[in-house]
């Protein structure tokens, strides 16, 4: 079997028409029946009904297109991450979620611009399961997130588990009170912001992060919201719609509408990952990693050393 048969029938499977798999592909339309047809022989199933229009692809053909675009799309990882080894990228392009601006990443960045002063930094806003195929396609060389995920072209290390605050409307009858207890919020209705929880398909049927933390102490909070992001969180919060969990660095946001309390429990925590591919580092990539545990060092965080 060829690839140029694999990517002939991808092609019109996708378009579902000769015509627009051509232009797609530039191959002539004869061309690309011809590989379809040595395609259909070498399985021994015709794998498109040529008699419906637009085209569709019989069952058996259905079953052959969803198998192999896996392999095609790892094909494309591969060539991406091949051309990459070959012509090593000069600017070292870093993704975060948004939670990690607000902590350390200036600091590391500054101090990185410092020791490697040539060295061009690129930052890009993306959450933590779309990190793991900007790896892969090329977009960013590391990215920070804060979910465990399993990809084998995919390298995590765990850096540390920040501690959760709580925040609270100025206003609330706790605003006032630390080192919380879970069961202590179950009468608030609790903002949720993960975006695990907005794409369950992406990191399994991982729960919400902070309904698992509530769960483990065994809290149902009365009512819940979801919104799209931290931001808005600690917007409604501000507004009084209810109560939310953040990670430490985040205690200085909306400071003046919102009162951010420590909690007793020491498993309250958020994890944070640097993410890499596991077979191809950037240049900068050793001095980029000690610059993250001489910030940790300099600010006597604890961390976790690789
Ligand atoms: C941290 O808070 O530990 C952190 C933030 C941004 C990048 C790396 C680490």
């Known amino acids: 079997m060829q690839l140029k048969q694999l990517q002939a029938f991808h092609a019109v499977a996708k378009s579902q028409s000769f015509s627009a798999a051509a232009a797609l592909t530039d191959l002539s339309q004869p061309t690309l029946s011809r590989l ?13 009904d040529r008699y419906h229009r637009p085209l569709q692809l019989t069952a058996a ?35 975060f979620v948004p939670s990690v601006l607000y902590g350390l990443l200036p600091n590391i960045i500054g101090l990185l611009k410092r020791q490697l002063p040539d060295l061009e930094v690129q ?4 959450s933590s399961y779309q ?8 977009d960013i060389d590391v990215g920070f997130g804060r ?20 925040a609270l409307p100025v206003t609330h009858p706790l605003a006032g009170v630390n080192d919380l207890r879970l069961p202590q919020l179950a009468d608030n209705r609790l903002i949720l912001y993960h975006q ?13 992060p902070l309904l698992n933390l509530f769960d483990r102490y065994g809290v149902l909070p009365f009512a819940t919201t979801t919104v799209s992001d931290l931001q808005v969180a600690l917007g409604l919060v501000a507004a009084g719609e209810g109560i939310t969990l953040v990670p430490d660095s985040l205690k200085t946001l909306r400071s003046e509408q919102i009162r951010y309390q420590t909690l007793l429990h020491e498993d309250a925590t958020s994890p944070i990952y ?5 077979e191809i580092a950037h240049p900068a990539y050793p001095t980029f990693l000690e610059t993250i545990y001489q910030v940790y060092e300099n600010k006597g965080i604890t961390y976790r050393r690789k």
């Open 196 to 208: 695990s929880h907005l794409n369950s398909t992406a990191l399994g049927q991982e729960t919400e």
């Open 61 to 95: 053909g259905e079953f052959f297109y969803e198998k192999s675009l896996a392999l095609l799309a790892e094909l494309d990882t591969i060539t991406a991450m091949t051309q990459r080894m070959a012509h090593p990228p000069k600017t070292l392009r870093i993704g």
């Open 123 to 126: 930052l890009k806003d993306i």
């Open 36 to 48: 379809i047809k040595q395609l259909e022989e070498e399985i021994g199933a015709e794998l498109i």
């Open 147 to 166: 979910f465990a995920q399993q990809d084998t072209w995919v390298q995590q290390i765990l850096l540390r588990h920040e501690r959760y605050v709580v």
């Open 274 to 278: 640097l993410n890499t591919l596991a």
């Open 131 to 138: 990190q793991l195929e900007a790896l892969k396609s090329g």
